[in-house]
């Protein structure tokens, strides 16, 4: 959707195709980076952006047992906003599409399934979606697979995938919210469990971390071992883990880490999770697509306006994003295996690791993570002329 914004905006005719009738998905997160706003001031939608309502987290938090512990300060980050916005995805997306609908070039087309490529002698010219009328080929320039980690673009473009691994599984559930809960969104840590919970005003969005194909077992226990699973890393929630009814209240999430050789071929490129599937750890992988969409606007807005896009371009976009993506899907992998895997497979009360107390005790040293989720690795900056002033 940004990078159609961002096309739409400097005067290349876009078609987004998203096989949802809307964007009222619950498998993305709600994250909106310093770095992210900072490309919304850019494009001078920041105003109005944070008049949609959003929570701002100015700090990671954690508990390790119940030891709460700040893990990242935002606050001093040199940027207009040294913040996490906390918004649903879907309200991040509705705004950027409403933003793209003002500029003539910008379409939409939701209930369109990509469902195969349209390739010309050896270049991709299109692709061809089902929709609710039935077949649809279009045809472009340029296909850009924004699709997400299971995304048939690129398994239709036949492009090499590396699998890099990921140990576990999100179980994703809702649970009511009180006035006396905590404010905060915070990861909770406890020997074999951990639980991310993330404040939506009304109720908490959870994700409980579980080995990867433990969900079986889980099922096997039964609902009342897992509502007493989760009373047990947030006591506070007890009075009200009933409201997971069954089973279909609780959504297995799949946890992808892998990166593609190449993201693109003649006529193709890849972004996002469709180049690089993200672990959720550290919530970052938001924003890297967003990263991609900007570096790759900057690069392509020019060449595709004059209908002169080739191979050197959709490699320089690799090149521009590679290094920050395998930076960010390495420290994700060492998180993965060294933390993650280790809090899960334990079995005592956990104590606070050495690194966290040197945070504790030197929180300049707060700023260090702060600066890799909040900004990331090589954050990119809107480029880009406006080719035609907005319709109201
Ligand atoms: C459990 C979990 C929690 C996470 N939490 C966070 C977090 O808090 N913060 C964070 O930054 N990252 C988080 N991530 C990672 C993050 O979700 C992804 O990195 C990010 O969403 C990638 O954005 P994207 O636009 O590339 O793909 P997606 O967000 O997956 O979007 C792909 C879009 O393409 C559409 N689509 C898919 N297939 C087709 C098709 N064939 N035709 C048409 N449309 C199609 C989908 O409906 C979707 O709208 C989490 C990941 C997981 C697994």
Redesign the pocket.
């Known amino acids: ?2 990078m159609g914004y961002l096309l739409a905006r400097a005067g290349v005719d876009v078609l987004v ?4 009738a809307d ?1 009222l ?1 619950d ?5 909106v ?1 310093p770095s992210t706003l900072e490309v919304m001031c850019e494009l001078g939608l920041l105003d109005e952006f944070l008049k949609r309502p959003h929570q701002k987290v100015r700090q990671l938090t954690g508990y390790v047992g119940r030891e709460p512990i700040t893990v990242a300060d935002f606050s001093h980050l040199s940027l207009h906003c040294p913040f996490i916005a906390l918004m649903p ?1 879907w309200d991040f ?1 509705n705004f950027l599409a409403e933003q793209g609908r003002r500029y003539p070039a910008f379409n939409v087309r939701m209930q ?4 195969d490529l349209i390739v010309e002698g050896g270049s991709v010219v299109g692709a061809r ?1 089902q929709t609710p009328e039935g077949p649809l080929e279009v045809r472009a320039d340029l296909v850009i697979g ?8 690129r398994e239709r473009a036949g492009l090499k995938v590396q699998n890099l691994g990921a140990p576990i ?2 179980l ?1 559930l809702r649970l009511s919210r009180r006035a006396d809960d905590p404010e905060q969104s915070a990861g909770r840590f406890d020997a074999g469990r951990i639980l ?1 919970m ?1 404040n939506r005003g009304d109720y908490w969005q959870c ?1 409980f971390v579980i080995p990867k194909g433990a969900i079986d077992d889980i099922r096997r226990k039964g609902l009342e071992s897992f509502r007493e699973e989760i009373s047990t890393i947030a006591p506070f929630v007890r009075d009200r883990v009933d409201e997971l009814h069954s089973w279909d209240d609780v959504k297995l ?4 880490v892998d990166r593609l050789r190449r993201w693109y071929r003649p006529g193709l490129l890849c ?5 690089h ?4 750890v ?9 990263q ?2 900007v570096a790759a606007a900057n690069i392509l807005a020019d060449p595709l306006r004059e209908g002169r896009v080739t191979m050197t371009h959709l490699r320089q976009v690799q090149r521009r994003r590679e290094f920050p993506t395998r930076v960010t899907q390495r420290l994700q992998v060492f998180v993965q295996d060294r933390v993650i895997s280790r809090v899960l497979a334990g079995r005592r009360q956990l104590s606070l690791p050495w690194l966290l107390r040197l945070l504790r005790r030197v929180p300049l040293l707060q700023r260090i993570p702060a600066r890799l989720v909040g900004v990331g690795i090589r954050p990119e900056h809107v480029r880009l002329p406006v080719a035609r002033p907005p319709t109201s």
């Open positions: 959707m940004m195709l998203e096989k949802h964007f998905r498998f993305r997160g709600d994250t980076h995805q997306l369109a399934q990509v469902t979606a924004a699709d997400g980690r299971h995304s048939t673009v599984d999100v994703w991310v993330i994700g999430l799949t946890v992808v972004i996002g999770d469709s180049a599937a993200m672990s959720p550290g919530g970052v992988g938001i924003n890297l697509a967003i991609d969409a």
